[in-house]
Every structure is written in C-alpha cells, then in structure tokens.
C-alpha cells in the first residue's frame, strides 16, 4: 500500500481541477495528500501555487505513489496514457476514468488485470460544485472502493449509482450534455427577450435568474410536469407559450437531441475501441 498521497489525478484540465477544488473545500483530503499531473508546466505551477497540493509532469510519479488515481485526460489522449502507466499499475490500485467513451473493456485491455476499475461521467457543473457523476463500478468492485468512490464526486456535486454499463451513453446524452441544452435554451431566451426591446442586459439577468429559481423549484422534489401545469391557466401567456412549444415539437426536438448525442456516444465509443 502506497500511503504518500491519498488521491492522484492524472490529467488535472478543467474537471481535474474542479475536484481539486472540491476535495479540499469538501475536506476530504488535505492539500498535501493530493498529487496531481498534466503536461504543460505552466498549468502545474498553477495549481501547485493555489491548491498548495503536490504537483508533477511523471505519470509514473503519481502512479507510485498513491492507490487511487483519477483518470481525467481527454478521451483521445487515453490510448497514450494507458500505454504509458500500464507497468506501473497493480493490485493497490483503484483507478477511476471520467473520460467519455472510454469503457472498462478498453481500461482493462489497457491497464492490464491487476488494478481496480471504475468509470464516471461527470458533468460541467462540477466546476461549481454542482456537477451530477453517474458511477459504474463493475460486479468485482468491493463495497468499500464504490463508496470512496462517492465520497469523491460528492465534493463536486450529486452522484448516482449506475448498474449497466451500456447505460452510460444515455447518460452522456443526457447529463454529461446536458448543460449544453441549457445554455442553448438561454441564449434562446435572451435574444428573444433582446429582439423584444429588453436590454441584453436585462434579458441575460432575466434568463439567468429564472432559469436558477426554476432548476431550484424542480429540486425540491415536484415533477416538472405538474409545476408546469400548475402555472398553465387556460388562455393565459404560459398558455399561449405551451401552444407554440407543442405545435413546433419541443419534446421531440430535446427527446431527437438527447438520442443523437446518445448515438454519437455510442459511435464514438466503438471508434476508440
Ligand atoms: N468538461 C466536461 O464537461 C466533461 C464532462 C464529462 C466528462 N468529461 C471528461 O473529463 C475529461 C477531462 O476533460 P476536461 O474538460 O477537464 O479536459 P482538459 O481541460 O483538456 O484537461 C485534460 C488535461 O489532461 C492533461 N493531459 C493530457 N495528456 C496527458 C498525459 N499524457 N499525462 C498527463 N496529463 C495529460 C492536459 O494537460 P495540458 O493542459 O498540460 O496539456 C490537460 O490539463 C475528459 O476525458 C472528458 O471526456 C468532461
């Protein structure tokens, strides 16, 4: 057991930064049991300078010394990166990818027999702690590293549980993109609200307030349907709102969206493979 760090991350980019950031305002581990890698100098010098963590540009360094290591490079760096660190990954070793498309076949043709896998998809929002990390762990993962597992995505937000992995596209489609439908449906509202004679001003803090109060509505529990419904008086303006959303197929249109980026997933996945 190596026990000079308590989690290393290899990859430390916005989402490895964003856990950072969370596991030390979470404190669930102190600066100096973090050990994190990335390629640019620059970026390390950075982050050693505000997290006050260990910081280094060996892969093998993080690798040796710490059991739990977060894979957080892009998808496309992965191949490289597992080629580099496989020797040096053992039965110790927890190792937890957040990368997209990357499924635990490939990390385990990748990283050999020995460690432990789990996979993450995370979303945006972690970077304000408010990201949600549907976990897979596979049947072979004991209780006490799928826990730990938690622990650590919670410091950045919410986390689920997810027992089949296939399910993971889905995921990706709906809430690793999810925030991209959002920014979508703001920009929407902002220029209409613009186009409508509101400053952007006013129209940006409009959009951004309401879209906030309503995710923080929803949050207490009710079914967006029924909060949706509550405020429909017949022949009302949400009304006249709900009539142009259903006769342009607004359902359709995020349902047709969602299975793209589900598809793409899937695509994409397989070309990696
Ligand atoms: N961003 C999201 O919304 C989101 C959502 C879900 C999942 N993810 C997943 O999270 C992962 C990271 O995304 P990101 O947005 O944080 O990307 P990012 O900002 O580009 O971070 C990737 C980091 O990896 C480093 N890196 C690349 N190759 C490396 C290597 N061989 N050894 C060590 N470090 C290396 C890069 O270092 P340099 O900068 O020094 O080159 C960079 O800092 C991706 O796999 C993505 O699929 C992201």
């Known amino acids: 057991m190596k026990d000079n760090y308590i989690i290393g991350i290899i990859g430390a980019g916005n989402m490895g930064e964003a856990l950072i950031r969370g596991l030390l305002r979470s404190q669930l581990v102190r600066s100096y049991e973090i050990i994190a890698s990335a390629r640019r100098r620059s970026r390390l010098v950075r982050l050693e300078k505000t997290y006050g963590i260990h910081t280094t ?13 977060i894979l957080a490079v892009k998808p496309q760096n992965m191949d490289d990166l597992l080629k580099e660190i496989r020797s040096f990954a053992n039965n110790g070793h927890l190792m937890i990818s957040i990368a997209a498309g990357v499924d635990v076949k490939k990390l385990r043709r990748g990283l050999g027999s020995k460690p432990k896998l789990i996979r993450v998809m995370p979303n945006l929002p972690a970077v304000v702690d408010q990201g949600v990390s549907a976990i ?7 209780e006490r590293y799928r826990r ?59 959009t951004q307030q309401t879209v906030y109060g309503a995710a923080e509505l929803a949050s207490q529990g009710e079914d967006p349907k029924e909060l949706r419904l ?11 709102a709900m009539k142009v959303f ?5 359902w359709n249109l995020v349902s047709d969206a969602i299975g793209a980026a589900t598809k793409r997933s899937r695509q994409l996945r397989r070309l990696r493979d």
């Not at 060996?58 to 739990?68: G, I, L, R």
């Not at 509550?230 to 006249?240: E, I, Q």
Request: charged share 20%.
């Open 136 to 142: 897979f762990c596979g049947p072979r993962i004991q």
């Open 57 to 69: 540009r060996s892969n093998k360094e993080v690798m040796n010394s710490t059991d739990t290591v």
């Open 230 to 240: 509550r405020v429909t008086s017949k022949k009302g303006t949400t009304w006249a």
């Open 148 to 206: 730990f597992a938690h622990q650590i995505f919670q410091a950045v937000g919410t986390t689920v549980d997810v027992r089949e992995e296939r399910l993971m596209d889905v995921i990706t489609g709906l809430s690793g993109t999810g925030p991209a439908y959002i920014f979508a449906m703001m920009e929407a509202m902002t220029a209409a609200g613009k186009k409508l004679g509101l400053t952007p001003k006013l129209a940006n803090a409009l």
């Open 246 to 250: 259903k006769q342009k197929k607004f």
